[in-house]
């Protein structure tokens, strides 16, 4: 499928943001589904996935202030709240291996 990430943007700290991620077509319950960040000069990392269709996991640095999730249909959300001026980098999500085109955060006051 081809996924299409959104909601990127400069924001403050403390501050709260949510990405989206539209896929062409329906993200099945058992899908792989998860969101990475890369930052200037720093290797990907991940952010959150789920595996299956299982319980999500997160990175230590974002646990307690991201959630992913996705509606019924075709679109996976990343709400990002407390946000840091760590936390800024390109986003990207990803559905079984497709990857979105990323979208930036940037955590700044």
């Known amino acids: 499928v081809q996924l299409q990430a959104s909601g990127g943007g400069l924001v403050q700290p403390g501050g709260s943001l949510t990405l989206s991620c539209a896929a062409s077509?329906?993200?099945?319950?058992?899908?792989?589904m998860g969101w990475y960040r890369q930052a200037p000069g720093r290797p990907r990392e991940l952010v959150a996935i789920?595996?299956?269709?299982?319980?999500t996991n997160y990175a230590d640095s974002v646990k307690g202030r991201f959630t992913m999730s996705k509606d019924n249909a075709n679109t996976l959300y990343l709400q990002m709240n407390s946000l840091k001026p760590e936390d800024t980098a390109v986003y990207y999500c990803?559905?079984?291996?497709?990857w979105g085109q990323g979208t930036l955060v940037t955590v700044s006051s």
């Open positions: 077509g329906s993200i099945f319950n058992f899908a792989d």
């Open positions: 789920s595996i299956s269709g299982g319980s």
């Open positions: 990803s559905i079984n291996s497709d």
